[in-house]
T-cell receptor
Framework: DTAVSQTPKYLVTQMGNDKSIKCEQN?????MYWYKQDSKKFLKIMFS???????INETVPNRFSPKSPDKAHLNLHINSLELGDSAVYFC????????????????FGSGTRLTVV | AQKVTQAQTEISVVEKEDVTLDCVYE???????LFWYKQPPSGELVFLIR??????QNEISGRYSWNFQKSTSSFNFTITASQVVDSAVYFC????????????FGDGTTLTVKP
């Protein structure tokens, strides 16, 4: 059973299109994240949701919109795709007990390689 | 500000050598968490270890060991008797609630183990 699953694994699309990446976790974790990994392998956080509530919203273009229908799902929708959006997008989840509580490491999905042509 | 520095961009060793990956961090929080992740050539990101700021005990897991020193703000990772399968990008990460609970990743160290 896959703990954090992302679909699709590969996504090739033309500039200007709108696309979505889906993420689901079956670990019962309360917090989910989207990270972007560029061609130099740098990992940058984009968004974080805790129990469906947005708690981290980094400086990303507003063409990127996360949606969390429930705490097991965190989807990423991207409008008007640009060449610079090409990257690997990782979904992750963790069970954090907040400040003062125990914070655990992330379980990552396998990544979605987005190529904009 | 919260920052993680992995000064070694790339390291190349021959199988069976020991290798240490350095990680230096900055945070103004007194409670924080440090992590190491591995990204093999297949691309997935795998959690290796978590250490909280009030536990400076070093840890050993098989050929892997971690040395946490608050005095030097370092959390170094040593692989003993390296193997080809250890070839990967290794990321150090820091999470603190002074930074809204965000995890900041270092830029990664690419380790190549040659047979």
């Amino acid at each position: 059973d896959t703990a954090v699953s992302q679909t699709p694994k590969y996504l090739v699309t033309q500039m200007g299109n709108d696309k979505s990446i889906k993420c689901e976790q079956n670990l019962g974790h309360d917090t989910m994240y989207w990270y972007k990994q560029d061609s130099k392998k740098f990992l940058k956080i984009m968004f974080s949701y805790n129990n469906k509530e947005l708690i981290i919203n980094e400086t990303v273009p507003n063409r990127f919109s996360p949606k969390s229908p429930d705490k097991a799902h965190l989807n990423l929708h991207i409008n008007s795709l640009e060449l610079g959006d090409s990257a690997v997008y990782f979904c992750a989840s963790s069970q954090d007990l907040g400040q003062g509580g125990t914070n655990y490491g992330y379980t990552f999905g396998s990544g979605t390689r987005l190529t904009v042509v | 500000a919260q920052k993680v520095t992995q000064a070694q961009t790339e390291i190349s060793v021959v199988e069976k050598e020991d290798v240490t990956l350095d990680c230096v961090y900055e945070t103004r929080d007194t409670t924080y968490y440090l992590f190491w992740y591995k990204q093999p050539p297949s691309g997935e990101l795998v959690f290796l270890i978590r250490r909280n700021s009030f536990d400076e005990q070093n840890e050993i897991s098989g050929r892997y060991s971690w040395n946490f020193q608050k005095s030097t703000s370092s959390f170094n990772f040593t692989i003993t008797a390296s193997q080809v399968v250890d070839s990967a990008v290794y990321f150090c990460a820091l999470k603190s609630w002074a930074n809204a609970g965000k995890s900041t990743f270092g830029d990664g160290t690419t380790l190549t183990v040659k047979p």
